[in-house]
């Protein structure tokens, strides 16, 4: 049997954040196109060297992108909409990833169940002639340092229309396609290439089996082109279509062994011996080190099973979900630092694990990474009283004290079309150095404490006087809505360079649990009274809920999810009473990422759904009948889970809405919403200033779908990466329009 190793993609943003620095400086004219590719290139070749001295054996390459490689794949393609032709070359690609004056950009959303943003093709009859130059040159440039062992990424045809918008019926969709990807797989097996890794994560969807006559088609037909398939799936089980997936012409097939029932279809079923299976037996989505007594029983038991199928021993997806190198964080206690796994070591366990299997001595190895487990887990004791909070829950403190038809009269009175923002203001770079100064010790706290509200106090007063009716304080003291919660809360852990890409140049440090977590003193209570002692009008209390948390964090795998929440849920339970012990009349506990959480298949929605919004109802429950408590939700579709969102009892939502076309304001009345709903009215995504005129057509959308009374006017997300000569304008002319519609109505 032979047993080698592979990867799935690799992060891509520099282990310095090359990217984001080059990108940036590219969009405000400082840095050449040139130096921009040159940038690019250099993290890219940096990632494959890494992966070649390790000792992978198929390194999947052509991954990295200048903004998302969904993107990549529709400029190739030519699936240009009309609207971006009149741009060429970097300027249109950018106009497409983040708009332009008058010309709104590809609608962005999550990439299956991870914080990763992609953009959505839009397929019209007309495509432009396809292009793969800069694809066939990085896979040239790749097979210089990588040889044979460097396996191109291609986004499969099948999940690209899965996750598009297509003006024409699939068929038609797949014969325009087609064509392309042919030519596509020949321009690569001229170059010598061995095989090519096909992305097919659409297998895992919950509609994957109605699309089995497509895959014949497309893989019936790009089997033709001789070049060897490697057909990836991850972030689940086929479920279903397994039996005829495993049948498809293809050489080899990786399954993700990290989630869902993989294992248990390739016992039921077997898999060809004449394919190679790709085990994705290495978490590509958590950051922990391998548990190696958990993991080789699953590899042996598959060679068992499949005596004399080649294997190869992988990660479970792409590792752009994971940061570069766990041993970098210093500052991080070594009890955690041992048994955390970052890419680096992630290639390092791929490797430990494929001598393993193919029957090398590791003993010693095994016992170093158990006794490192043993260590953590002294280090990390568990905390008895949230332990015993937990038990002892009832179903009252899930539930507010009054329904909320009965208590909405007690709660502040607004005018008509309330408006609001959702959080955060500009995190200009005077902010931004505040903290940075702050946390070098060179600022005292109460140094650090005056200049925040100094922010503050600016921004209240600036929005007294643009009139907006729920005042925010701005979050000038939080570099991210989860991480500063995290950072109060023991059982998180920060990394310093721990970061990945959420869309674009947009990266985050997702918090690490790694213990039970508890609060132990008021975390907002401060900034939310200097606030709310400014001015006369409402001040919203601002916390990211627990689901969200959860979300983006990487989560412990020795406790349930579901716990996980609970215990964060707890935390903000207890500071939602002390916002409301200190004034505040509205509290706004963001979940933004509480639909991204839904499994894959829809079957197992609502085991998730049911103790996701237990989690949040066990926050903001505590909340007297007067408190008004809203939610916030971004870049997703709720027709769906309506009835769970009504579930949450929040008496208001602002939901992101922009960017799709009011379709999620239709769904939210279709579905029969009725609480309040704040539908964004312009996309914060963009630099472009909003016109009066753009906000009141958006805003009479609103209108004509739901009453009056439950209307409210925000834009569709916080405003922190906007400048203020964005903001300024755009709150005003929301402003303006709401005082129009008020006069109209
Ligand atoms: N309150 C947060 C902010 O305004 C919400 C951000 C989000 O939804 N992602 O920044
Ligand atoms: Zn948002």
């Known amino acids: 049997m032979q047993i080698q190793t592979a990867t799935l993609g690799y992060p891509r943003i520099g282990k310095n954040r090359e990217v984001k620095k080059a990108l940036e400086a590219f969009w405000s004219g400082k840095l050449e196109a040139e130096s921009l590719r040159q940038t690019i290139h250099k993290v890219e070749e940096s990632n494959w060297k890494t992966q070649l001295e390790v000792g992978i054996e198929r390194i999947g390459i052509g991954d990295t992108t200048l903004?998302?490689?969904?993107?990549?794949?529709?400029f190739r393609f030519g699936l240009i909409p009309q609207r971006f032709q009149q741009f060429s070359g970097l300027e249109r690609y950018f106009a497409m990833a983040r708009g332009q004056e008058g010309t709104p950009a590809l609608e962005m959303t999550k990439w299956f169940d991870t914080n990763y943003h992609y953009l959505v093709p839009e397929i019209a009859t007309d495509i432009l002639p396809a292009d793969f130059s800069d694809f066939i040159e990085t896979v040239s440039r790749a097979q210089n340092i990588l040889g044979k062992k460097a396996v191109p990424i291609v986004l499969g045809p099948c999940t690209l229309l899965r996750?598009?918008?297509?003006?024409?019926?699939?068929?038609?969709?797949?014969?325009?396609?087609?064509?392309?990807?042919v030519n596509l797989l020949t321009e690569l097996n001229n170059l010598g290439i061995a095989e090519v890794q096909i992305h097919e994560p659409a297998l895992v969807l919950g509609d994957a089996n109605s699309w089995k006559e497509h895959f014949q088609t497309v893989y019936n037909s790009l089997c033709t082109v001789?070049?060897?398939?490697?057909?990836?799936?991850?972030?689940?089980?086929?479920?279903?279509?397994?039996?005829?997936?495993?049948?498809?012409?293809?050489?080899?097939?990786?399954?993700?062994?990290?989630?869902?029932?993989?294992?248990?279809?390739?016992?039921?079923?077997?898999?060809p011996q004449n394919k190679r299976l790709g085990?994705?037996?290495?978490?590509?989505?958590?950051?922990?080190?391998?548990?190696?007594?958990?993991?080789?029983?699953?590899?042996?038991?598959?060679?068992?099973?499949?005596?004399?199928t080649s294997l190869d021993i992988q990660p479970s997806a792409s590792l752009q979900f994971v940061p570069y190198d766990a041993k970098r964080e210093k500052r991080l206690p070594s009890q955690?630092?041992?048994?955390?796994?970052?890419?680096?070591?992630?290639?390092?366990?791929?490797?430990?694990?494929?001598?393993?299997?193919?029957?090398d001595n590791t003993k010693t190895e095994q016992e170093f990474i158990e006794s490192t487990w043993s260590t953590f887990e002294e280090f990390s004791p568990a905390n008895q009283s949230i332990q015993e909070r937990l038990k002892t829950l009832k179903i009252d403190d899930f539930q507010r004290s009054l329904s909320y038809g009965l208590r909405l009269d007690s709660q502040i009175s607004l005018p008509q079309f309330p408006t609001t923002t959702i959080g955060s203001f500009p995190q200009t770079s005077e902010v931004r150095q505040l903290r940075v100064q702050y946390k070098r010790g060179e600022l005292s706290q109460s140094e650090y404490e005056a200049a925040i509200d100094a922010q503050i106090a600016d921004s209240i007063k600036l929005q007294e006087e643009?009139?907006?009716?729920?005042?925010?304080?701005?979050?000038?003291?939080?570099?991210?809505?989860?991480?500063?919660?995290?950072?109060?809360?023991?059982?998180?852990?920060?990394?310093?360079?721990?970061?990945?890409?959420?869309?674009?140049?947009?990266?985050?440090?997702?918090?690490?649990?790694?213990?039970?977590?508890?609060?132990?003193?008021?975390?907002?209570?401060?900034?939310?009274?200097?606030?709310?002692?400014?001015?006369?009008?409402?001040?919203?209390g601002m916390l990211t809920g627990p689901v969200t948390i959860l979300n983006w964090s990487y989560p412990r795998t020795d406790i349930s999810r579901q716990e996980q929440a609970f215990q964060i849920a707890l935390a903000l339970r207890d500071e939602v009473r002390d916002l409301e012990a200190a004034g505040a009349k509205v509290i706004q506990v963001d979940e933004p990422a509480l639909r991204e959480g839904l499994p894959l298949k829809p079957q197992r929605w609502s085991e998730y759904l049911s103790w996701a919004v237990d989690a949040f109802r066990l926050a903001t429950a505590v909340a007297q009948p007067q408190t008004q408590i809203h939610t916030h939700m971004c870049y997703c579709e709720f027709g769906d889970i309506i009835k769970d969102i009504e579930r949450l009892d929040a008496d208001v939502i602002s939901i992101e809405n922009s960017r799709s076309n009011n379709q999620t304001l239709r769904e939210i009345t279709e579905g029969g919403y009725s609480h309040q709903v704040g539908n964004g009215v312009y996309d914060i995504h963009s630099p472009v200033v909003p016109t009066t005129e753009q906000i009141l057509q958006q805003l009479r959308t609103g209108v004509a779908n739901l009453p009056v009374k439950q209307i409210w006017v925000n834009p569709d997300c916080g405003l922190k990466t906007r400048r203020w000569s964005e903001v300024i304008p755009a709150l005003k002319n929301m402003v303006e329009a709401a005082q129009k519609l008020r006069q109209e109505a």
């Open 226 to 271: 001789g070049i060897p398939l490697h057909l990836v799936t991850y972030f689940d089980d086929l479920g279903e279509t397994y039996p005829w997936v495993i049948d498809l012409p293809v050489a080899a097939i990786s399954l993700d062994l990290t989630r869902g029932r993989n294992l248990e279809l390739i016992k039921t079923h077997g898999f």
């Open 163 to 181: 996750l598009s918008k297509v003006e024409l019926n699939i068929d038609e969709a797949v014969s325009k396609l087609l064509p392309l990807y």
């Open 67 to 74: 903004y998302d490689h969904v993107l990549d794949w529709i």
């Open 336 to 359: 955690l630092r041992n048994v955390l796994s970052f890419a680096e070591q992630k290639l390092q366990e791929v490797v430990f694990l494929a001598r393993t299997v193919k029957g």
């Open 466 to 540: 643009l009139g907006l009716d729920v005042l925010v304080h701005g979050e000038f003291e939080r570099t991210d809505m989860v991480e500063f919660f995290g950072q109060q809360l023991p059982g998180f852990a920060f990394t310093e360079n721990g970061w990945v890409q959420s869309y674009g140049s947009r990266y985050v440090r997702p918090p690490i649990i790694y213990g039970d977590v508890v609060r132990t003193t008021p975390m907002t209570v401060r900034e939310f009274k200097v606030a709310q002692s400014l001015t006369q009008k409402p001040v919203k």
């Open 279 to 308: 085990v994705g037996v290495i978490d590509a989505r958590n950051i922990w080190q391998v548990r190696p007594e958990k993991v080789i029983p699953v590899l042996q038991e598959i060679v068992e099973s499949l005596y004399g």
